[in-house]
């Protein structure tokens, strides 16, 4: 799969993570199969640690599958999604995402512009923070230690008049969360780092989730607009450690390899999509790839997916591990804590279509 690997400096030692850069291009997005994250055996977590450390230097992008996520749990957090995007829009506007300092709530389609060469995302979307599940029964819920997410503090919102609809959102969030932090140990392998490297730093789980709903495209709209200024999201990368992506079949993501091309994602049913994001990007100053991605629902269709951004907790200091440094490659980033990071993407993201503050 890569291509191009830089040669190593001879002066630094082999362990050194700055030399396994890359600058591969790809032409596929693996699967890999998480049947064996929790085995006891080490040499087994050790190879699929290798599968992910390929991946995430490479590709940026992976699919999971024996993620243990239920398919009747996945439709029924579609179906409520569904119903709740159905509801008249000024309903949905009550709970306006510019209304609460945390980015919480309904975005209304061109609400964002994830591009910010673009004229906003053709999707309308729904955002939601960390909160236990309701049915504690179902989930572990014990992070519900008090939190103080500093930039990103602040609570969900959440619609009334919609049965079930939190139940069942909560509880996917609870279980995709679990899925999550089965990947922290095995990406901290990946990166030859002790497998609780990351537990002191994910303590309450800092997570964005989104249900997200995009009108069909209109295909010659894309064509007379060669740009794509106007798509269903805008080319971009995403502002965590990983993404932990559903999709439904519709495809239209798709995936930028570093010679440009754009490589589809195409959905394949029982997988989620993973992603890095710029978080991981920032501790292993780029060794792992926080990829350029976009959506174009060209289906006809409407398509929903359901991404959540998993990071550090909010007051972590985002720094170069150790390893991922040489002199021929310093750090690279401004460092700041996760929280102020990723409070700074969402006020870019969301700044053209904040209300204008009234002058005095
Ligand atoms: O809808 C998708 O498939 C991708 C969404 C995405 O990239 C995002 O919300 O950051
Ligand atoms: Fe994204």
Not at 31 to 49: M, P, Q, Y
Not at 83 to 104: C, G, Q, R, S, V
Not at 212 to 241: K, M, V, W
Request: proline share 7%; glycine share 6%.
């Amino acid at each position: 799969m890569a291509s191009n690997t830089l040669s190593p400096s001879p002066e630094l030692p082999e362990l050194f993570l700055a030399l396994k850069r890359t600058e591969s291009t790809f032409e596929e997005i693996p699967v890999i199969d998480l049947a064996n994250a929790c085995s006891k055996d080490t040499v087994a977590r050790r190879k699929l640690a290798d599968l992910i450390r390929d991946a995430c230097i490479n590709v940026g992008f992976f699919y999971i599958k024996s993620h243990g996520i239920s398919e009747d749990l996945i439709e029924k957090t579609v179906d409520v999604a569904k119903t709740y995007f159905a509801l008249p829009e000024e309903t949905k506007m009550e709970l306006d995402i510019h209304k609460t300092p945390n980015f919480k709530g309904y975005t209304a389609l061109f609400g964002e512009n994830t591009d910010s060469n673009g004229l906003g995302d053709l999707h309308e979307g729904f955002d939601l923070g960390w909160e236990p599940a309701i049915d504690s029964t179902q989930v572990d819920t014990s992070a519900e230690a008090p939190r103080n997410d500093g930039a990103m503090s602040g609570e969900n919102v959440w619609p009334t008049g919609l049965p079930g609809f939190k139940e069942t959102v909560l509880d996917y969030y609870q279980r995709v969360l679990q899925v999550g932090q089965l990947l922290f140990p095995l990406f901290a392998l990946a990166l030859d780092l002790p497998e609780n490297y990351f537990d002191d730093k994910t303590t309450k789980p800092a997570a964005i989730m989104r249900l997200l709903h995009y009108p069909p495209q209109n295909p010659t709209s894309f064509e007379t607009d060669p740009d794509g200024r106007q798509i269903g999201i805008g080319a971009h990368t995403d502002y965590e450690c990983f993404t932990i992506l559903w999709q439904d079949r519709s495809g239209g993501l798709q995936v930028q390899n570093t010679a440009g091309k754009w490589v589809d994602a195409v959905p394949i049913p029982g997988t989620l999509v993973v992603n890095l994001g710029d978080q991981f990007a920032r501790w292993t100053n780029d060794i792992f790839k926080s990829t350029l991605h976009r959506v174009i629902n060209r289906s006809g269709t409407e398509r929903y997916s359901i991404p959540l951004f998993f990071g550090t907790d909010y007051d972590v200091r985002l720094e170069p591990i150790p390893t991922c440094v040489t002199p021929g490659s310093p750090y690279k980033y401004e460092i700041m804590t996760a929280g102020e990071y990723v409070k700074s993407r969402l006020e870019a993201t969301y700044a053209h279509s904040a209300p204008v503050a009234s002058a005095a």
